[in-house]
């Protein structure tokens, strides 16, 4: 290699690194802003995912998490092992499935109705009603749950009773999973519709009148005209609620649980951070909590690539 | 979708709609009546089914103890009373979640919003280096969390179990509002703006503080309003985290009070009276701690809306 060579290659990789100088001589005060935000993310985010590696080991606190001994793979052999692990793993999938097929089309149906209506003071009253429930936390949604379908008081139990259903649906094991995906379906369904509304908002009115001219009843205007605007926002939400498959929050499940409905109510979630925590075996539960997020993860990028080569919408 | 989509709709939604009312009243066929019928009967049980619940909790914290253990109250208060209310309302343990929430609640959501505009303003900018990846370790952490135990070892490390910055420091930043901030404030902030800025000379910093964030008023709002409701209907990490009593937040005193004492209604207690008033009680300590978001509602609803939109924003 001659001299000329490596002078010619040199200049441009010296310019960059002159024009990085002052960059940062310029916006030194951009960098600063970032320090304390990317150390909160580096602490309570990336540590904890290289925490993940006890995982893989045999953690004892004296030891402390590099010095524990390595473990392979037992505490994965460990959890499957155990026959509660499928229980798990159904319970985990069944509940978001049915919260999947029973949440998904609500909003959607919620929307295409109040988007016909003409009528504005109803049309913002239905939304309203309906759009409040989801700023209600968690805990006092299942006390709610508690209270109405309370045996001796609640309001709701004698409405079952005239559907046939006896009694405490809330000590029901096979009642559970219904009363967790409705009642979330009765929280949400207003909250969700908002984005489907935007959309809707956003469909070129010529189409409208297009369908209009041909003689296009309305139920044929949704079908043909609404219901292809909203696509690609319906494609990303489904994306986003089948990734989120595994995910299914520890918060309602956790509450709702009581000693008679753990057959289906325990899902993978709960029983984390009752190994974890409260019997204190971190190997393990961070494990089971390994194993489901990188199933979350995988199952993500599998519909994210399906969608995009089907429909062309993606997440990225 | 984009935001500009997202924008542009509005306007056009309400020309359309003189126009789409004319035509209606023109060519609505009987189908079409037979179909608006059926709209909206659905909407009205849509109504219904979410109204019914919740004026069923507020009639039952109004009426008598006895009527609601006898399972009495419908919609409308019987024996209208306000006993229930003082019962919650002198109530120690709940008076003080009230104020550790309050406090929780506002103190994070200050924490919350410096580190989220210090963070997605300098991920805003073109200039700056490393942005792609920076913006990447954001996303990442929507899709994949440390999970659980590993988080937990890492707060218990820094010493703050047991402390009220457990609730505040490990849950402060959230990839969706900086995502949010971020795409708020390339496409709202013009660059003539910076550029002449730069010719005068202005700082980053300086920008930030005296051009940005005046700028940004209604997306300091809807992010506030996210991390503030987040905290103050959140117990997970109360839960996990504090074990002195004197610390907990509304929702875990609630949970205790109304979910942990509650037997699944095979409860045998003799004290009667007791036990009638307890029922009453739960009645109105949901309703009480759910006013203070239902007085802010309306706005929060504006809000929120506002926020949708701009997180259907594609990173």
Redesign the interface.
């Known amino acids: 290699m001659t001299a000329a060579v490596d002078a010619r290659r040199a200049t441009p990789r010296e310019r960059r690194r002159q024009a990085?100088g002052r960059?940062?001589r310029r916006?030194w005060?951009?960098?600063?802003?970032?320090v304390?935000?990317?150390a909160?993310?580096v602490?309570?985010?990336?540590?904890?995912?290289?925490?993940?590696v006890?995982a893989f080991k045999d953690y004892n606190v004296v030891a402390g998490?590099w010095g524990s001994p390595w473990a392979g793979l037992d505490n994965f052999e460990r959890f499957f092992a155990n026959p509660v692990a499928w229980d798990l793993i159904r319970n985990t999938l069944m509940l978001s499935l049915y919260g999947l097929l029973a949440g998904f089309p609500v909003p959607i149906?919620?929307a295409l109705?109040?988007n016909?209506?003409?009528a504005r003071f109803?049309k913002r009253?239905?939304q309203?009603?309906?759009?409040?429930?989801y700023?209600?936390?968690?805990?006092?949604v299942?006390?709610?749950l508690?209270?109405?379908f309370?045996?001796?008081?609640?309001?709701?139990?004698?409405a079952l009773g005239f559907f046939g259903m006896d009694g405490?649906v809330?000590?029901d094991p096979d009642a559970f999973r219904s009363v967790y995906v409705w009642s979330d379906v009765?929280q949400t369904?207003?909250?969700s519709a908002?984005?489907y509304m935007?959309?809707l908002?956003?469909i070129d009115?010529s189409l409208?009148e297009a369908a209009?001219l041909d003689g296009a009843?309305?139920?044929r205007k949704i079908w043909h005209v609404d219901l292809p605007g909203i696509a690609?926002?319906v494609v990303?939400v489904m994306i986003l609620s089948v990734?989120n498959v595994m995910a299914i929050g520890?918060?309602k499940a956790f509450?709702l649980q009581?000693p008679?409905n753990l057959s289906q109510s325990e899902i993978i979630?709960t029983y984390?951070?009752k190994i974890?925590?409260l019997g204190a075996d971190?190997s393990l539960?961070?494990a089971v909590?390994?194993f489901?997020?990188v199933i979350n993860?995988i199952l993500?990028l599998i519909v994210n690539t399906v969608s995009k080569r089907v429909t062309g919408n993606g997440?990225? | 979708?984009t935001l500009q989509?997202?924008n542009?709709?509005?306007p056009?939604?309400e020309?359309?709609?003189p126009?789409?009312?004319r035509?209606?009243r023109v060519?609505d066929?009987r189908?079409?009546r037979v179909?608006?019928v059926a709209?909206?009967l659905?909407?009205a049980t849509?109504?219904l089914?979410?109204?019914i619940?919740?004026i069923?909790?507020l009639a039952?914290s109004f009426s008598s103890p006895a009527a609601?253990?006898?399972?009495r109250?419908?919609l409308w208060p019987v024996d209208f009373t306000l006993i229930g209310y003082e019962a919650v309302l002198s109530n120690e343990a709940v008076l003080t979640g009230f104020g550790n929430s309050l406090f929780y609640t506002v103190v994070g959501t200050i924490v919350s919003i410096v580190?989220?505009v210090?963070?997605a303003?300098?991920?805003s900018?073109p200039?700056?280096?490393g942005r792609k990846v920076?913006i990447g370790?954001?996303l990442f952490?929507m899709?994949?969390?440390?999970?659980?135990?590993?988080?937990?070892?890492?707060v218990r490390a820094?010493g703050l179990l047991d402390t009220r910055w457990a609730l505040i420091?490990?849950?402060?930043?959230g990839a969706w509002q900086v995502l949010i901030a971020m795409t708020f404030f390339r496409s709202t902030i013009p660059s003539e703006l910076y550029e002449a800025a730069q010719l005068d000379g202005t700082?980053?910093?300086r920008f930030?503080w005296s051009v940005v964030l005046p700028l940004s008023k209604p997306l300091l709002a809807v992010i506030a309003l996210m991390y503030g409701?987040g905290q103050?209907?959140?117990?997970?990490n109360a839960l996990?985290y504090l074990r002195n009593e004197e610390l907990y937040p509304l929702?875990?005193v609630?949970?205790d009070l109304?979910?942990v004492n509650?037997s699944?209604?095979t409860?045998l207690a003799d004290q009667l009276a007791a036990e009638q008033m307890a029922?009453l009680m739960?009645?109105s300590l949901?309703v009480v701690?759910?006013v203070p978001?239902?007085l802010v509602?309306?706005f929060?609803?504006r809000h929120?809306?506002k926020g949708?939109?701009l997180g259907?924003v594609?990173?």
Do not use: C
């Open positions: 990085r960059n940062l916006h005060q951009l960098y600063l802003m970032l304390l935000p990317v909160f993310l602490v309570f985010q990336y540590i904890p995912m290289a925490n993940n006890i998490i149906i919620l109705a109040l016909e209506v003409r109803f009253t239905v309203m009603v309906t759009y409040a429930p700023f209600i936390s968690t805990v006092i299942v006390s709610m508690i209270l109405v309370s045996p001796r008081i609640g309001f709701l139990t004698e405490n809330l000590a009765w369904a207003g909250y908002i984005i935007a959309a908002a956003g009115p409208y209009r009843s309305r139920l690609p926002t990303v990734g520890f918060e509450l009581n008679l979630a984390t951070y974890g925590l971190f539960a961070a909590g390994l489901n997020s993860l993500l997440l990225w | 979708m989509t997202a542009r709709a509005e056009r939604t020309r359309r709609r126009s789409r009312r035509a209606a060519q066929t189908g079409d179909f608006m709209v909206y659905l909407l849509f109504l089914v979410v109204l619940p919740l069923n909790i039952s609601v253990s006898g399972g109250v419908l580190l989220t210090l963070i303003y300098p991920l900018r200039e700056l280096m920076f370790g954001v952490t899709l994949f969390s440390g999970g659980l135990i590993p988080t937990y070892m890492v820094l420091l490990p849950t402060a930043i700082s980053d910093a930030l409701i103050w209907n959140s117990y997970f996990i929702q875990l609630l949970r109304l979910i509650n699944g209604g409860n029922d739960k009645f949901i701690s759910t978001l239902m509602y309306p929060v609803a929120f809306n949708v939109m259907s594609k990173g």
